[in-house]
């Protein structure tokens, strides 16, 4: 199957309709498995591959790095040559060191990560440098002229950010038009069939801007596998488990109400005859304003289910009924 590309969002930049998150990588997936599971993913057509610096998830400040260390690796056992044929994308802003500073998106600390990420990265630039998160403790002039000089560097070719409000990436898109800085070009939200409040704003203004978007968790932390039941308690190393990310992931969807919803989910998928993990990552690419949703996976077989999504097409009395079951995890009547 040829995975088919797209632009990013209003930029020239072609990528891959899938991409590859590596959080797990590091801890609850070793270098050797994380080597084939990026092997897997790439042999299928996938060019697009997203880690941060304060990956593996669930690590310490001890761990941070370690993911990105891996992937440096991995593109030199390719060969030379080998960094170029692929869409690299960081973050940074989460903690990575004993110090005050060694985390946020101040000017110090951005200058500072983005030298540390492409060293454990061995490269000399990322082609997608992004804010993790929104760091309200830092104006956002100050955090957004400093992507500007990692672009006019060279350290960076493009810019975004991730886990923002719409209102705030609304502030710092006019902000960057003000001061002719270099401009955000795409967004990486948490979408999937249980988590759609991103429908009511973000999603409109990533489309009115020409941003693109490239959801995360499009398995709600791998609910929507269908392989976690009711009324268990979730498994020792899985995203569930693990520090504080796992207690986030319990929080948002290890409840009744997200079971029960899986289940019908679940009955519709064997209804059509896909598995439920192809189906609800088909759904998230289904969007018109999706670019990539980002696959995870500890092993390399995961793989397979959530890469037939690029192949499967939804029916669109499917995708209604879809719509129809999920539409309370919206969160309100706005206009879809």
């Given at each position: 199957?040829?995975?088919?590309?797209?632009?990013l969002g209003?930029?020239g930049?072609?990528?891959?309709?899938?991409a590859l998150g590596?959080?797990?990588?590091?801890?609850?997936?070793?270098?050797?498995?994380s080597?084939?599971?990026?092997d897997k993913a790439?042999e299928?057509?996938i060019?697009?591959?997203d880690?941060?610096?304060v990956?593996?998830l669930g690590?310490t400040?001890?761990?941070?790095g370690?993911t990105?260390?891996i992937?440096?690796?991995?593109?030199q056992?390719?060969g030379?040559?080998?960094?170029?044929r692929?869409?690299?994308?960081?973050?940074?802003?989460?903690?990575?060191?004993?110090?005050p500073?060694?985390?946020?998106?101040?000017r110090k600390?951005?200058?500072d990560a983005?030298d540390?990420s492409?060293?454990?990265?061995?490269?000399?630039?990322?082609?997608?440098?992004?804010?993790?998160?929104?760091d309200?403790?830092?104006?956002l002039?100050?955090?957004l002229?400093a992507?500007?000089t990692i672009v006019?560097s060279g350290?960076?070719?493009?810019?975004?950010?991730s886990?923002f409000?719409a209102y705030r990436?609304a502030?710092a898109?006019?902000?960057?038009?003000?001061?002719r800085?270099?401009?955000?070009v795409?967004?990486q939200p948490r979408?999937?069939l249980?988590?759609?409040?991103?429908e009511?704003?973000?999603?409109p203004l990533?489309?009115?801007?020409?941003?693109?978007?490239?959801p995360?968790?499009p398995l709600a932390g791998?609910?929507?596998?269908?392989?976690?039941?009711t009324g268990?308690?979730?498994?020792?190393?899985?995203?569930?488990?693990?520090?504080?990310?796992g207690s986030m992931y319990?929080?948002?969807y290890?409840?009744?109400?997200s079971?029960?919803?899986?289940?019908q989910l679940h009955?519709?998928?064997?209804e059509a005859?896909?598995?439920?993990a192809t189906l609800a990552?088909a759904?998230v690419?289904?969007n018109?304003?999706?670019t990539a949703p980002?696959?995870?996976?500890?092993r390399?077989?995961?793989l397979?289910?959530?890469?037939?999504?690029?192949?499967y097409t939804?029916d669109?009395?499917?995708k209604q009924r879809?719509?129809d079951?999920?539409?309370?995890?919206?969160?309100?009547?706005?206009?879809?």
């Amino acid at each position: 199957m040829s995975i088919p590309t797209t632009r990013l969002g209003r930029t020239g930049l072609v990528v891959s309709r899938l991409a590859l998150g590596t959080m797990t990588f590091g801890l609850q997936t070793d270098e050797a498995v994380s080597f084939q599971v990026l092997d897997k993913a790439t042999e299928a057509g996938i060019n697009f591959l997203d880690t941060a610096d304060v990956y593996p998830l669930g690590g310490t400040v001890e761990t941070t790095g370690r993911t990105e260390e891996i992937i440096g690796r991995w593109l030199q056992s390719k060969g030379p040559g080998a960094r170029r044929r692929f869409v690299i994308a960081t973050k940074a802003v989460g903690k990575v060191g004993p110090d005050p500073w060694d985390q946020g998106a101040s000017r110090k600390h951005l200058l500072d990560a983005i030298d540390a990420s492409l060293a454990r990265l061995q490269t000399d630039h990322v082609d997608l440098y992004q804010l993790h998160s929104d760091d309200h403790a830092t104006p956002l002039d100050e955090s957004l002229e400093a992507l500007d000089t990692i672009v006019r560097s060279g350290r960076a070719r493009y810019v975004g950010v991730s886990n923002f409000l719409a209102y705030r990436l609304a502030r710092a898109i006019g902000i960057s038009e003000l001061h002719r800085l270099t401009r955000l070009v795409c967004v990486q939200p948490r979408y999937s069939l249980l988590f759609r409040e991103i429908e009511r704003e973000l999603l409109p203004l990533a489309g009115e801007e020409g941003l693109g978007v490239i959801p995360y968790n499009p398995l709600a932390g791998g609910l929507l596998t269908g392989k976690y039941k009711t009324g268990a308690k979730p498994e020792d190393n899985t995203r569930f488990t693990l520090g504080t990310a796992g207690s986030m992931y319990q929080d948002r969807y290890w409840n009744e109400r997200s079971f029960a919803t899986v289940a019908q989910l679940h009955a519709l998928a064997d209804e059509a005859g896909v598995p439920l993990a192809t189906l609800a990552v088909a759904w998230v690419m289904a969007n018109p304003r999706v670019t990539a949703p980002l696959l995870g996976a500890s092993r390399p077989e995961q793989l397979d289910a959530t890469i037939a999504a690029a192949g499967y097409t939804i029916d669109p009395a499917l995708k209604q009924r879809l719509d129809d079951l999920t539409a309370e995890y919206r969160k309100g009547d706005a206009p879809r």
